[in-house]
Structures are given as structure tokens and as C-alpha cells.
């Protein structure tokens, strides 16, 4: 049975810091770009991170230098921090396994002015 469990969400005052997580199981993880989109209420879901199994990463410019992402394939998990966040940033953040084609099930994030 394909898994992938994302942790992490939370409210959080602008300016703050939140570590989103995703646990992947039932999937080859290792054969599998790791992607983290996110999706606002009345607008479509959002690419904010990917990374390959060579770990080359890619951002959009509107959360670049803010979020990184990383992955420990030992664990099958991909993260995702986010620092410097912006009330713009809120949204339910969910994880890819991109080759797989199977998605989380979303983790909410809040970000107060």
C-alpha cells in the first residue's frame, strides 16, 4: 500500500520557520523526484520544491532563497523548510512522489500577519 504522510503543518507568525516532512512508503523512493506543492483556497495547486534522486532541487522565484528542500533516502523522506514565511505562504502543502504519481494527503500551513 502506497503512503506518503506529511507532518510538519502548523500556524506560524510571519517572519517564522516551519519544517514540513513526508514519509514515503510502498514506492521505490530512491527512483523517485521528490516534490512539494502547495494549494490556497480558491486557486490552483503550486509547485514550491523538487528534487531529484541526484539532489538537484528546483524552486519557484517566489519562495526561492526562503525554502529549501532535502531528502535522506535511508529514511524515505523528503523535507521541506521554510523559513521567512509570509502570510501568502498559507496553504495545504502536500508531497509528490513524481514518478510514482502518488500524492499526500496534505498538511495545513498558516502563516498569521
Known amino acids: 500500500q502506497v503512503q506518503l504522510v506529511e507532518s510538519g503543518g502548523g500556524l506560524v507568525q510571519a517572519g517564522g520557520s516551519l519544517r514540513l516532512s513526508c514519509a514515503a512508503s510502498?514506492?521505490?523512493?530512491?527512483?523517485?523526484?521528490m516534490g512539494w506543492y502547495r494549494q490556497a483556497p480558491g486557486k490552483q495547486r503550486e509547485l514550491v520544491a523538487s528534487?531529484?534522486?541526484?539532489?538537484?532541487?528546483n524552486f519557484p522565484d517566489s519562495v526561492k532563497g526562503r525554502f529549501t528542500i532535502s531528502r535522506d533516502n535511508a529514511k524515505n523522506t523528503v523535507y521541506l523548510q521554510m523559513n521567512s514565511l509570509k502570510p501568502e505562504d498559507t496553504a495545504t502543502y502536500y508531497c509528490?512522489?513524481?514518478?510514482?504519481?502518488?500524492w499526500g494527503q496534505g498538511t495545513q500551513v498558516t502563516v498569521s500577519s
Open positions: 510502498g514506492i521505490i523512493f530512491g527512483v523517485n523526484t
Open positions: 528534487i531529484t534522486v541526484m539532489g538537484s532541487t
Open positions: 509528490r512522489a513524481v514518478e510514482s504519481d502518488q
